[in-house]
């Protein structure tokens, strides 16, 4: 049986990989320009993985899913007396 504590932490860590994979992309393509988005020569690992990453996350679910799983696990984890 899955504890019902690790479901809200694996949807925060699977939504913070994919946000990072994101900035990373995006920051290569910037630095790198034009050649951060051909398919060949120096640019071909930045627009591989600027294509890519994006599938795992789609699997896992999509972020504002996963972002909404977490908190709604996190706030139910609080104690009832606690106050938000």
């Known amino acids: ?50 294509r890519v990453y994006k599938i795992p996350a789609v699997y896992g679910g999509s972020e504002e899913i996963l972002a909404d799983l977490a908190v709604r696990m996190a706030i139910k984890a609080f104690p009832a007396e606690a106050k938000l």
């Open 1 to 50: 049986s899955q504890s019902p504590l690790l479901g809200g932490r694996i949807a925060l860590l699977k939504y913070t990989v994919t946000r990072i994979c994101h900035l990373i992309a995006d920051n290569a393509v910037q630095i790198l320009g034009g050649r951060g988005v051909t398919r060949t020569g120096m640019g071909r690992i930045v627009e591989a993985f600027h």
